[in-house]
């Protein structure tokens, strides 16, 4: 009987990791990166910041000299639509950063931002067959980016891969300015966001610093709001997380209600025998809880080794081991409880029962 | 003598139950007279529904007596607390139930060990010895699905035996068994009363069984009366 609480915890574990994975794949890029906040252009939206502020990169200076601000840069985002060498589509999160300062990553090749041209890209990007050394091509403007190495672990914006480049090709590409020609001097006076990084145990005021930088600050926790259909992903995997929850917390209670009534006549045998009802509550919560935690131990080892196949797959999948900390406990409380429950349901039957057959 | 072998083990005196309520009222009980003393044998036989399982709930403190007074050991049940009642039954009284009734998961000796884990009950028998009187040594690490229906029946018994109770109450306890068996439960019965000095009342349907029984009750819609041996009917 166990076994129904192992189902469940399996269940619940890899739905679990499946909906926190396919709310990283859309932020996991952003997740990353070592900023404390972004400051984006006065009033953008927030929902949609990434794709809509425009800021000038000389904000950087403003905000560079403010307390609590270690450090700040201009950062670039944009999604396109690129194609490989091989014709392969590859849709990219291009990442603007200035090659050496503290946004710029470094690959598991060692490679780092070199110059113009050069594209640094997620593991999801080598799943489509992408080398190191290959070309990708910006779909419209014909922009060659060379890879020059891929970051470990999963860099997604959106639901494709990152893809770092210098702060000028990015410019040029986000200003649609075709392979080859010249472009107007003042597009590289711009970027999406200032990215900021505040001073170890600091904390930047940000609203004082919008209003002398004339800009609109979230830190990098609210900027996931910011990233494509993030809001609308969260709060649906949300609601099927906390239904599921509750959900399982629910058939565990009242599995273990109706185990507890079956029991019903061995439980009238020992009143009987002149067992308090304090001991048999005892004895039942205790049998219940030993059961819980052996077949919820079980079922979440299951399911984190499920989750661990599944992670060698491109679906994204990424366990929380709070949120099923939390859950299994919520499983465990209540069919403890459901177990009480019917125990002192039980106990309150007609001890008559015990004299049984002679009904 | 001492004080203990003068002093009945159950005493009915006027008993009355009644069930249900409104227009629905059943008399399970009715005015039952009963001195059941130390060392005593008493089966009670009667049609189906006559009343003799509320004769056990009532003696048994399971269930309190409508009017009239129970004494189990001279202690006199009525007004006390479901608590104290739990603590009698724990401490005086032992129930054998039709087919044993054991605790699935326990051992044949575990189920000796239960009662003792319920509180302090005064110097226990040793369960081992127990269940060797009974036969049963060969089978203690067994689980009840592992036995017959006769061991079963002397595990259950033993199982009531081993707090050393005043009284013991004994529901159809040859109900699930052949002839064979049926008089070597009731013997086995018969000798711990006497051996033991525990009062037995036992029901049974079983008329094959009551020459081993020192006394015999009839019980007809709830009214209990006293039959000589000879007179008992025969099937």
Redesign the interface.
């Known amino acids: 009987m166990g076994s129904v609480v192992a189902l469940i915890a399996i269940l619940m574990v890899l739905l679990s990791g499946l909906s926190v994975g396919l709310v990283n794949d859309g932020v996991s890029g952003l997740k990353k990166l070592p900023v404390s906040a972004f400051s984006f252009q006065k009033g953008t939206p927030t929902d949609g910041a990434f794709s809509r502020s425009t800021v000038d990169v000389g904000v950087a200076d403003l905000w560079r000299g403010r307390p609590g601000v270690e450090d700040a840069t201009p950062f670039g985002n944009t999604l396109v639509n690129a194609k490989a060498a091989s014709g392969v589509d590859v849709d990219l999160a291009l990442f603007g950063v200035e090659p050496g300062s503290w946004l710029a990553p470094q690959a598991t090749n060692g490679e780092r931002l070199s110059g113009r041209g050069t594209v640094l890209l997620g593991q999801t990007a080598e799943e489509t067959g992408l080398r190191v050394g290959d070309t990708v091509v910006v779909d419209q403007i014909d922009t060659p980016l060379e890879v020059a190495g891929f970051l470990d672990g999963q860099h997604t914006f959106g639901h494709v891969a990152v893809g770092y480049l210098d702060l000028r090709t990015w410019q040029e590409i986000r200003a649609g300015v075709r392979h080859g020609e010249t472009a107007p001097a003042h597009i590289y006076e711009q970027a999406t966001a200032i990215a900021l990084r505040a001073a170890p145990g600091a904390e930047p005021d940000l609203a004082a610093g919008d209003d002398a930088a004339g800009t609109r600050s979230l830190t990098l926790e609210e900027s996931f709001g910011a990233s494509p259909g993030y809001s609308a992903e969260i709060s649906t995997l949300d609601l099927i997380q906390v239904f599921l929850y509750a959900i399982s917390a629910l058939v565990v209670g009242a599995f273990f209600t109706v185990v507890t009534i079956q029991r019903k ?2 439980i009238a ?9 304090g ?1 048999l509550l005892l004895d039942s919560l205790v049998q219940s809880l030993i059961l819980l935690l052996t077949a919820s131990t079980v079922g979440v080892g299951l399911g984190v080794a499920a989750g661990a196949a599944i992670s060698g797959t491109p679906m994204p999948f990424e366990l929380d081991f709070g949120s099923i900390g939390s859950a299994t406990a919520g499983l465990v409380l209540l069919g403890v409880i459901g177990a009480g429950v019917a125990v002192l349901r039980i106990t309150r039957v007609d ?2 029962t ?6 | 003598m001492s004080a203990k072998d003068t002093t009945p083990s159950l005493v009915l005196d006027s008993v009355t139950l009644v069930h249900g309520d409104g227009d629905e009222l059943v008399t399970a009980l009715d005015n039952a007279q009963l001195t059941v003393m130390p060392g005593e044998f008493v089966a009670v036989v009667g049609p ?1 529904g006559s009343g ?3 004769l ?2 009532v003696a ?1 403190a ?2 309190s007596a409508t009017s009239g007074s129970v004494r189990v050991g001279g202690v006199d049940l009525t007004g006390l607390s479901p ?1 104290r009642l ?6 005086h ?1 032992g ?1 054998v ?3 044993g ?1 054991l ?2 998961s326990l051992t044949a000796l575990d189920q000796l060990r ?2 003792l884990t ?2 302090k009950t005064g110097e226990p028998r040793d369960p081992a010895a127990l269940l060797r009187e009974m036969g049963m040594d060969h089978r203690a690490d067994r689980r009840p699905h592992q036995l017959s229906g006769g061991e079963r029946q002397r595990v259950g018994i033993a ?2 035996l081993v707090t050393r109770p005043d009284l013991l109450l004994v ?2 306890p040859t ?1 699930a068994l052949d002839r064979q068996r049926s008089q070597e439960i009731v013997a086995l019965l018969a000798d711990e009363a006497h051996e033991h000095g525990v009062a037995t009342v036992m ?1 049974t349907h079983d008329h094959d069984v009551l020459h081993h029984c020192d006394r015999v009750l009839l019980m007809v819609d709830g009214i209990l009366s006293e039959y000589a041996s000879q007179t008992v009917p025969s099937r």
């Not at chain 1, 015990?354 to 009904?359: D, N």
């Not at chain 2, 739990?86 to 401490?91: C, F, G, H, I, V």
């Open positions: 006549h061995e045998v020992l009143r009987a025998m002149g067992s308090s009802t001991r001890p008559l015990a004299l049984g057959g002679s009904r | 189906s003799k399982s509320s056990l709930a048994g399971l269930v608590r739990t603590r009698l039954r724990r401490d009284i129930f139930f039709q087919s009734n605790v699935p239960l009662p319920f509180g199982r009531a529901d159809e109900a029901v």
